[in-house]
T-cell receptor, first 114, second 112 residues
Framework: DADVTQTPRNRITKTGKRIMLECSQT?????MYWYRQDPGLGLRLIYYSFDVKDINKGEISDGYSVSRQAQAKFSLSLESAIPNQTALYFC?????????????FGEGSRLTVL | KQEVTQIPAALSVPEGENLVLNCSFTDSAIYNLQWFRQDPGKGLTSLLLIQSSQREQTSGRLNASLDKSSGRSTLYIAASQPGDSATYLC???????????FGSGTKLNVKP
């Protein structure tokens, strides 16, 4: 089983719908991240969390919210999806504070908003 | 804000060539720099991580170097193979923030 698991892997939805992307990890890391990838733009940080009570906005947080339900779980929500939120979304964890600060990624969630 | 740039954006080489991918960053107060490989539509696979105090790291045919003073890192791939075809991304972790900033990647095509 993957150390960082994202569900769903693929999702097609309509404009205005609420969507939740879930991430769970078995690595025991405190630090978790949500990134968005668009063609030609690299990865951009949406939200990050250093522990259950510490959640921070990234560079593109508008239109998104997150929940850190436990050390191992970090969910990303789109309250009212719009077409320009169509992208590949990645969850990641970091072992900084426990190791050398390596970043580990899930397989990604491809979201299409029609 | 940290700006990370990767040059070239795309590269096509014949099999067997040695090649260099470049990554530059604007803020030298980094904690580490990590190189990733991404196959189309897939997740990111970590290749090498260079800590701030290190100058280079090696894994098999891959060698990554770091020069903080000039804000540059290079990924050297020796004896390239068609299986190396992928997009390569670098990510920089700022020392005080633990936020990773990514370049937009170099898309590599190794022709048989």
């Amino acid at each position: 089983d993957a150390d960082v698991t994202q569900t769903p892997r693929n999702r097609i939805t309509k404009t205005g719908k609420r969507i939740m992307l879930e991430c769970s990890q078995t690595k025991g890391h405190d630090r978790m991240y949500w990134y968005r990838q668009d063609p030609g733009l690299g990865l951009r940080l949406i939200y990050y969390s250093f522990d259950v009570k510490d959640i921070n906005k990234g560079e593109i947080s508008d239109g998104y919210s997150v929940s850190r339900q436990a050390q191992a779980k970090f969910s990303l929500s789109l309250e009212s999806a719009i077409p320009n939120q169509t992208a590949l979304y990645f969850c990641a964890t970091s072992d900084r504070g426990q190791g050398v600060g390596e970043l580990f990624f899930g397989e990604g969630s491809r979201l299409t908003v029609l | 804000k940290q700006e990370v740039t990767q040059i070239p954006a795309a590269l096509s080489v014949p099999e067997g060539e040695n090649l260099v991918l470049n990554c530059s960053f604007t803020d030298s107060a980094i904690y580490n720099l990590q190189w990733f490989r991404q196959d189309p539509g897939k997740g990111l696979t970590s290749l090498l991580l260079i800590q701030s105090s290190q100058r280079e790291q090696t894994s098999g045919r891959l060698n990554a170097s770091l020069d903080k003073s000039s804000g540059r890192s290079t990924l050297y791939i020796a004896a390239s193979q068609p299986g190396d075809s992928a997009t390569y991304l670098c990510a920089v972790d700022l020392y005080n923030f633990n936020k990773f900033y990514f370049g937009s990647g170099t898309k590599l095509n190794v022709k048989p």
